[in-house]
């Protein structure tokens, strides 16, 4: 299937690994030029030289942490200046810190806030003036099936990630006009380390082992098996090309089919 792709300009967040390395993998192989960003430098070069490697794009590392605004403006900069411009935007980020309501402080919620929403609004702002420049382009928004359905001992996620969505359908609003189609990718259970980590959290405040935790989590997906990576980028893809020039202003769970709600 063609998919427009060739040639156009991606910034990649979180893309050292999991599902961030996997849209640039993605995107990459569809012959786009992508820069990666993530807070650490040696990890992040590695993934880099791998997409390169694995699909003869060209490919740019940016050490950057999205918790910081002035790292996001230098990043969105340094990406433009090196490729001359920008047409796709994926953000992503590691997930909020678990816990339960009671355990989180003051300092928890704002570190989340950061690091969870107010990086997205950061490179939004910042991307969009580069892709009207362009006449048009693509905001893919990772979220997390917790903008649909709670996940217990989340609330961190839980109440961010639907300020996400619902920042995404205004943009989608917005832009539209502009050429810019703004739509959000939900991840639902997927083999990466942050579905580990919390396993490991769930695992010690229920006093279970992790190998109970994950069955558990397993028996919930009606497709009866977590994601891979790429499965999830391939929908990142989707959303990026040409095939998609008529969809924003979603909101759509990449899961197997355990988001239980109907809308």
């Known amino acids: 299937m063609e998919t427009g792709l060739r040639g156009k300009i991606a910034l990649v967040c ?11 993998m993605g995107l990459a ?7 990666m960003c993530a807070r650490h ?14 699909t003869g794009s060209e490919v740019f590392a940016v050490e950057a942490d999205l918790s910081r605004r002035a790292d996001i403006e230098r990043l969105v900069q340094q990406t433009v200046d090196h490729f001359g411009g920008l047409d796709i935007l994926v953000t992503n980020t590691g997930g909020p810190k678990a816990g339960l309501f009671m355990s989180l402080t003051d300092s928890d919620w704002r570190d989340a806030l950061d690091l969870v929403l107010m990086s997205v609004v950061t490179l939004c702002r910042e991307a969009v003036p580069h892709m009207k420049r362009r006449g ?16 217990a001992g989340l609330v961190l996620s839980n109440v961010l990630r639907p ?7 205004t943009l989608s609003n917005e832009l539209a006009r502009d050429g810019i189609l703004v739509n959000c990718v939900a991840p639902g259970y997927t ?13 010690r405040r229920e006093g279970i082992p992790v190998e109970a935790v994950e069955q558990r989590t397993v028996q919930n ?4 098996r977590m994601a891979e990576p790429s499965e999830f980028a391939d929908y990142v893809v989707f959303l990026a090309s040409d095939r998609a020039s008529y969809i924003t202003g979603t909101s759509t769970t990449v899961d197997g089919g355990y ?3 109907t809308l």
């Open 14 to 24: 979180a893309a050292s690994h999991g599902l961030g390395k996997a849209c640039a």
């Open 29 to 35: 192989a569809e012959g786009v030029k992508v820069a």
């Open 41 to 54: 430098m040696d990890t992040l070069e590695a993934a880099a030289a791998e997409v390169a490697a694995a």
């Open 136 to 151: 048009g382009g693509r905001i893919i928004n990772v979220t997390s099936i917790s903008a649909r359905q709670p996940i």
């Open 163 to 169: 300020a996400i969505s619902g920042l995404s359908k």
């Open 191 to 203: 083999r990466t380390a942050r579905v580990v980590e919390l396993a490991e959290v769930t695992a």
């Open 221 to 224: 997906i009606p497709l009866g």
């Open 259 to 261: 988001v239980k709600s």
